[in-house]
């Protein structure tokens, strides 16, 4: 079955430590994309990504850092210079925007980040 | 300030009956579209309506919109206990914006058997 799929789903860590989430798609998607989601709120716009080896920062990029080496995989590190990490973090992926892109996105089941 | 806003931000129904939830933005779009997220779990999308549409369904749903409010609606007929989740509508702007759809706060839907 095509999707995309999230790991770890749980993560701690402790101040002062990069971690790295991942993120691995088999919908043959272009673009894909990390939101963070805090409780009671809606999803921000961390990093996206419309191609293979590039990628650009969102509303709240600072603090993180991603890669696209592979069309299939959007990792995503959260660095310790992000201030207040713990979130649910949610990847997502959708087809490469064209006139009439619809924005439809497909999410993985996300990863909670606790920081100790 | 947040676009697409949600209201009610709670909502708690019985089984059988209808729940409505609405979505208003400040800026134009190209398309509104609606999702639904199970607690502890990754989102998943029901229904788009895109500028030029007025209503939409796709069975027990069914979605408004008025550009000229700038308001949409999400109407679940004849809830059921498994529609209890958030619903969130999230704004594309089109045009240069790509990457940056606008997600709402979310309706917390619960629906008691």
């Known amino acids: 079955d095509g999707g995309i799929t999230q790991s770890p789903k749980y993560l701690f860590r402790k101040e002062g430590q990069n971690v790295t989430l991942s993120c691995e798609q088999n919908?043959?998607?272009?673009?894909m994309y990390w939101y963070r989601q805090d409780p009671g709120q809606g999803l921000r716009l961390i990093y996206y990504?419309?191609?293979?080896?590039?990628?650009q920062k969102g509303d709240i990029a600072e603090g993180y850092s991603v890669s696209r080496e592979k069309k299939e995989s959007f990792p995503l590190t959260v660095t310790s210079a992000q201030k207040n990490p713990t979130a649910f973090y949610l990847c997502?992926?959708?087809?490469?925007?064209?006139?009439?892109?619809?924005?439809?996105?497909?999410f993985g089941e996300g990863s909670r980040l606790t920081v100790l | 300030s947040q676009q697409g806003e949600e209201d009610p931000q709670a909502l708690s129904i019985q089984e059988g009956e209808n729940a409505t939830m609405n979505c208003s933005y400040k800026t134009s779009i190209n398309n509104l579209q609606w999702y639904r997220q199970n607690s502890g779990r990754g989102l998943v999308h029901l229904i788009l309506i895109r500028s030029n549409e007025r209503e939409k369904h796709s069975g027990r749903l069914r979605v408004t919109l008025d550009t000229s409010k700038k308001s949409s609606s999400l109407l679940i007929t004849a809830s059921r206990a498994a529609d209890t989740a958030s619903y969130f509508c999230v704004r594309n702007a089109g045009g240069t914006s790509y990457g940056k759809l606008t997600f709402g706060q979310g309706t917390i839907l619960t629906v008691h058997p």
């Open positions: 919908l043959n998607h272009d673009a």
């Open positions: 990504s419309q191609i293979v080896n590039d990628f």
């Open positions: 997502a992926s959708s087809i490469w925007w064209l006139e009439g892109w619809t924005g439809e996105l497909f």
